[in-house]
């Protein structure tokens, strides 16, 4: 415990540790509702807080009631630096309490890619539902792209990372 002026308190990360496993729980014990609108992405696996057999599916408004999250960014895929708007990954598995030790990330064509849990607590990795200010649709790689802030943390702007930088995500998959 650090002492300032006569009081006890306890250390940042100790207090930030504590909120956050208890913001966790109290948002993850949140029933979650059925979508009303078009699903555009399902989490599988290990889940706490389902809304289906087995699974929570999501819509766009649904995707939106979650806290978001932006960053502008270069991408190996586009020409200039464009803005981002989601919801953090690590945000959305905590919503459905998921366990386990990786995600496997899956888009539309089948592509996948497995993400160790670990990088997905440490990483801002973003569920892209708004590609500067616009919802993304299919055709422009949407409706939810993964993505990290390549140009804040140039040690994510490399192969390894951007194989998992996936469009048209469909399923997240929790082992």
Same mark, same amino acid.
């Given at each position: 415990?650090?002492?300032?002026?006569? *009081?006890?308190? #306890?250390?940042?990360?100790? &207090?930030?540790?504590?909120? +956050?496993?208890? @913001?966790?729980?109290?948002?993850? =014990?949140?029933?979650?509702?059925?979508?009303?609108?078009?699903?555009?992405?399902?989490?599988?696996?290990?889940?706490?807080?389902?809304?289906?057999?087995?699974?929570?599916?999501?819509?766009?408004?649904?995707?939106?009631?979650?806290?978001?999250?932006?960053?502008?960014?270069?991408?190996?895929?586009?020409?200039?630096?464009?803005?981002? *708007?989601?919801? #953090?990954?690590?945000?959305? &598995?905590?919503?459905?309490? +998921?366990?386990? @030790?990786?995600?496997?990330?899956? =888009?539309?064509?089948?592509?996948?890619?497995?993400?160790?849990?670990?990088?997905?607590?440490?990483?801002?990795?973003?569920?892209?539902?708004?590609?500067?200010?616009?919802?993304?649709?299919?055709?422009?790689?949407?409706?939810?792209?993964?993505?990290?802030?390549?140009?804040?943390?140039?040690?994510?702007?490399?192969?390894?990372?951007?194989?998992?930088?996936?469009?048209?995500?469909?399923?997240?998959?929790?082992?």
């Amino acid at each position: 415990m650090s002492e300032v002026r006569g *009081r006890r308190f #306890l250390p940042t990360s100790v &207090l930030g540790l504590l909120l +956050a496993v208890w @913001s966790s729980l109290l948002f993850a =014990a949140d029933p979650l509702s059925p979508p009303k609108g078009r699903e555009v992405l399902t989490v599988t696996g290990n889940l706490s807080v389902t809304n289906a057999v087995n699974k929570a599916e999501f819509d766009m408004d649904m995707l939106a009631a979650l806290p978001q999250h932006e960053f502008s960014t270069h991408t190996p895929w586009t020409e200039q630096q464009h803005h981002f *708007r989601g919801v #953090l990954l690590s945000d959305l &598995l905590r919503r459905v309490g +998921a366990e386990g @030790s990786e995600v496997r990330a899956v =888009a539309l064509n089948d592509y996948h890619h497995d993400i160790n849990r670990e990088l997905v607590a440490e990483a801002p990795l973003l569920l892209t539902t708004h590609l500067d200010g616009k919802p993304m649709k299919i055709r422009h790689k949407g409706p939810v792209w993964l993505m990290l802030p390549l140009s804040e943390y140039p040690q994510y702007d490399t192969k390894r990372y951007h194989e998992l930088l996936i469009w048209q995500l469909k399923t997240l998959d929790i082992r």
